[in-house]
């Protein structure tokens, strides 16, 4: 069940960036963000309410709330980081945000086999791949490298985070209301402080209504991924699921090539190639 709830992951989180990258170009990054999130926490509040998942209130809700705190900081982390771009160096060094959870498995404890280890470097290398690497000719901003930095370490705090919050199914509703709560949080007050420095916060023609639909899918799609991640993180080793949870970038190149009919480069294609042999070499070691 680990590949399973982890790839389902990665499909999750792939088309929740391929929707959030499309947003972002007709509306600013911040409210993106924050709508998406709101809409997912009123969805999340319903469903404690109904599950009574209030009952499970405790101490690792901690770990939610401190993953609603980081989670907004990586995401605008990297969306700032695109924009400086390139992308080709952006993408497939956020990567790194795996190396974050397969360290927090090993310190616990967790030791896969060789076939796994070679699953583990194999993926990686081709989500690296796939994120259509420019190892040349790229002029790249100091300031973008460390926001790339920041941004995958961020993300693989998550990882780890949401993996601890909770122990079983009611208890993730709720740990997830907390984190998506906390999200908005801070995300409104960023967006407040935008305000007041007169930043952008709405397109020319205001508050896009007409993109609801897409706001929440991002909304509810990132929240999933988050829950199948906990599950994954729970049903078998950390260093297996963080590994084939990292796969989206994988899924956001398909989606960009099946909805916009861009072109994959002959390194990403050799890239999804290897991310599917190590997950093969994952799911069978």
Do not use: C, H
């Amino acid at each position: 069940m680990t590949a399973f709830f982890a790839l389902t992951t990665s499909l999750l989180w792939g088309l929740a960036d391929f929707g959030g990258g499309l947003l972002t170009r007709r509306t600013p990054a911040l409210t993106v963000v924050v709508v998406s999130q709101s809409i997912a926490a009123a969805v999340l509040g319903a469903i404690v309410l109904a599950t009574g998942g209030w009952t499970e209130a405790g101490p690792r809700l901690w770990f939610a709330f401190a993953a609603g705190l980081v989670g907004p900081v990586a995401l605008l982390s990297f969306y700032k980081a695109l924009a400086l771009g390139p992308m080709g160096v952006v993408s497939p060094l956020a990567t790194l945000s795996v190396a974050v959870p397969v360290g927090v498995g090993l310190v616990l404890g967790e030791r896969p086999g060789l076939l796994q280890v070679a699953g583990i470097a194999v993926a990686v290398g081709g989500v690296v791949l796939a994120g259509g690497p420019q190892l040349r000719g790229a002029a790249v901003q100091r300031q973008a490298i460390l926001l790339t930095l920041v941004a995958a370490l961020g993300f693989g705090t998550v990882f780890a985070l949401i993996a601890e919050a909770s122990t079983d199914v009611t208890g993730l509703f709720l740990a997830l209301f907390v984190q998506r709560l906390t999200n908005v949080a801070a995300g409104g007050a960023a967006l407040a402080a935008s305000v007041r420095r007169s930043g952008a916060v709405l397109p020319d023609g205001g508050f896009p209504w007409s993109s609801l639909p897409a706001l929440a899918f991002v909304g509810l799609a990132d929240v999933a991924a988050n829950g199948t991640y906990a599950m994954a993180a729970r049903s078998g080793p950390v260093t297996v699921a963080a590994v084939l949870a990292s796969l989206y970038p994988v899924v956001t190149a398909l989606a960009a090539r099946g909805f916009l009919s861009e072109r994959l480069r002959a390194v990403q294609t050799a890239g999804a190639g290897l991310a599917l042999l190590g997950t093969l070499l994952l799911a069978t070691g």
